[in-house]
């Protein structure tokens, strides 16, 4: 329930904090709607809170402190060792959506890298991916034709992606997408660092019939330069349980189904 008369400053500062568990980043204006307070005493706020290590500044608004509002590294070998449990049981409930005969593509990235591992068993499947660690583990999975989209190499992600790449989708009916994404949120959507990784992800949006992002939820809360998609284009987001429950509801009112993974131990 909301307060019906003015907060104290501690009672704010808690406020603010609850907002930012289930928004991830909110913007100064936000935060002067819902505190019923001035542009300055919020910046007060968000300083005081700042100064104890809760909160970070972020151009125009604001965003908690912690693993869960830092993007990931952006070069592959960092990346790998980050939340593998997370990973492993995302992957495991992402390829129980991929029958015989489908057409998959697997974006780049080491979550949806690790959807190839269970894959076994499927037949007549074809998988697309502009991932090229993901090529290389799919030559061990029988049954299973490999395509991949071409295009601008960058070296740092193990990955390709532009309009080449782009060309190539817009060919391909897809069935699933898997989406992967360093940052995203309610507020903000998918995003991504670069635009020519925003084209190949919308391309595959468009050229798919069921759109499924693969994200753990210490990505939760941040977000990049550019918006690839709010999250009601989605169909799916398959995270881990450490997402607030009432940030997933949020997702679900939005006509997003979440589904809730609890992670694996190495085996």
């Known amino acids: 329930m909301e307060s019906t008369g003015p907060l104290i400053p501690e009672q704010r500062h808690q406020r603010v904090l609850q907002l930012l568990r289930r928004d991830g980043v909110l913007s100064t204006r936000a935060l002067t709607d819902h505190l019923g307070v001035s542009h300055m005493t919020v910046r007060r706020d968000i300083a005081t809170l700042e100064a104890s290590g809760q909160v970070v500044s972020v151009q125009g608004g604001v965003r908690l402190a912690g693993t869960a509002g830092q993007v990931p590294p952006q070069e592959r070998r960092q990346r790998a060792v980050l939340e593998l449990p997370r990973k492993r049981a995302i992957a495991a409930a992402a390829a129980e959506l991929v029958t015989d005969g489908m057409v998959v ?7 949806c890298e690790s959807v190839v591992a ?84 919308r391309a595959a949006i ?51 189904e979440v589904r809730l993974t609890s992670p694996l131990s190495p085996n």
Do not use: C, M
């Not at 190539?168 to 903000?188: E, H, K």
């Open 206 to 256: 468009a050229s798919a019939t069921t759109t499924v992002l693969l994200a753990d939820s210490t990505k939760y809360g941040t977000a990049s330069k550019f918006q690839v998609a709010p999250l009601d284009q989605l169909d799916l987001i398959i995270t881990d349980t450490e997402l607030p429950e009432d940030t997933a509801k949020r997702i679900e009112e939005l006509g997003v």
């Open 118 to 201: 269970y894959l076994a068993g499927r037949r007549d499947l074809t998988v697309v991916t502009n991932d090229f660690y993901a090529v290389t583990a799919l030559f061990d999975v029988p049954d299973i034709e490999v395509i991949h989209t071409g295009g601008a190499v960058d070296k740092e992600s193990a990955s390709s992606s532009g309009r080449l790449a782009a060309a190539t989708l817009s060919a391909i009916n897809l069935d699933l997408f898997f989406l992967s994404t360093g940052a995203w949120s309610v507020s903000r959507g998918v995003s991504a660092p670069t635009l020519d990784k925003v084209d190949l992800k």
């Open 105 to 111: 593509y697997l974006d780049a990235g080491t979550t």
